[in-house]
């Protein structure tokens, strides 16, 4: 049977342990979920668990599921580095081979600084690497008393500028957003994304970022399986910041999500349309409110509150429906640092209409789900994109 309709849901940063070049990362020993398995008891995921996580990743405080559903397969990643972009331009055919630039060390360069001082007309305070949080107990005050603007970054290939929503003005953050992604085109200050922060509140305890985000990403360095897919008109919906991730390009209709329970819930709206092709869900909190704030509790119930419209979502499920859940890197909250990890990732693959459940080889990349996508409607993949098909291993 072919699919008329594929959900791919990214659970942002849900690793499964580390890859075997994990130690030319620094992250020799990480396990984003079996470190969150240890701090959850009980660990409420039967649905996970059900389509075959416990399978892929022993846990202790999750109960086993009695019956296992569908196909189910580690992925490591072929691209070097270990973002947000690597992992989801690689899942629709791209082979990062240069990753890339941070500025976690050092702060942006005096020369881009004073280039954007001077085209937005604002002085810059902060520049160094910092927790989105942690920036604006120090520097807000700051800003919103003096019209300065916030730039800091990250681990990531980031540039973050935040703005209060009252003074500061949304309009106002994102042209300065715009001018930023400008002058980071550059080779030399290029990064993979340019993200607008905005925020509300006056004082310190009080500033609470908003669902107003923007990110300002670079276009991929060739076409994808999401460009063939929308070529040949077939529909590729986005929820929350897939769009942003590609520039758009592939895109036929984008959704933004306010949370990840948010984006759970669009997604079921979508489920309900009559639509041929895919949607294509990113959950962002796991990674931006719990991986990198290394709060493993707040990302074992992020799961659980997941685990929970995952379960409205399969009972929902039409035989011509094909569920691909999988994840775009690690970020284990109990590591050393506030970076990403570089681990395997699951994918766990079910339809109503499956005959058996099966436990498949591990994979070499994430370039597997879009090869996948692509063999079961009938496309061919870009020329230069990676990936194998999955297809003929699914009954």
């Known amino acids: 049977m072919n699919y008329k309709r594929i959900f791919i849901i990214v659970i942002d940063s849900l690793g499964i342990g580390a890859m075997a070049n994990a130690a030319e990362y620094g992250d020799e020993g990480c396990d984003t979920l079996g470190h969150i398995d240890q701090h959850m008891d009980p660990f409420q995921i039967p649905n996970l668990m059900k389509l075959g996580l416990g399978h892929l990743h022993p846990l202790t405080h999750a109960a086993p599921a009695k019956t296992v559903q569908g196909y189910y397969a580690r992925l490591s990643e072929a691209s070097v580095g270990k973002d947000t972009m690597t992992g989801h331009w690689e899942m629709m055919g791209l082979h990062i081979t240069k990753p890339f630039q941070t500025f976690t060390e050092t702060g942006f360069p005096k020369d881009l600084i004073d280039e954007l001082e001077k085209q937005t007309g604002h002085k810059i305070i902060g520049n160094k690497s910092a927790s989105g949080t942690e920036i604006l107990d120090e520097l807000a005050e700051e800003e919103i008393a003096t019209g300065h603007m916030i730039v800091y970054t990250s681990a990531d290939s980031v540039l973050q500028i935040c703005g209060n929503e009252e003074t500061f003005g949304l309009e106002e953050l994102y042209r300065c957003c715009k001018i930023a992604r400008e002058l980071t085109m550059r080779d030399e200050w290029k990064v993979g994304r340019v993200i607008a922060r905005p925020y509300v509140g006056r004082k310190k305890g009080e500033f609470k970022r908003t669902s107003n985000r923007h990110d300002y990403a670079l276009k991929p360095y060739g076409k994808t399986v999401l460009d063939a897919l929308a070529g040949q008109n077939l ?159 699914l009954k």
């Open 235 to 393: 529909d590729v919906i986005s929820v929350g910041k897939i769009v942003d991730i590609y520039d758009g390009e592939g895109i036929t209709e984008a959704h933004k999500s306010k949370s990840s329970v948010h984006g759970m819930e669009q997604t079921i709206q979508i489920q309900q349309k009559d639509f041929h092709g895919i949607c294509f869900t990113n959950l962002v909190d796991f990674d931006a409110l719990w991986g990198h704030r290394r709060l493993p509790v707040g990302y074992g119930k992020e799961l659980e509150a997941f685990d929970e419209k995952l379960g409205i979502f399969l009972d929902s499920m039409k035989e011509t429906d094909l569920l691909m859940v999988t994840a775009d890197h690690g970020n284990d909250p109990t590591f050393k640092g506030t970076d990403h990890t570089k681990e395997m990732v699951p994918l766990l693959m079910y339809s109503p209409s499956m005959k058996e459940s099966k436990n498949l080889p591990d994979q070499s990349c994430f370039a597997v789900v879009g090869a996948t996508v692509a063999d079961n409607f009938g496309i061919e993949i870009p020329e230069g994109c990676i990936g194998t098909s999955l297809w003929k291993l």
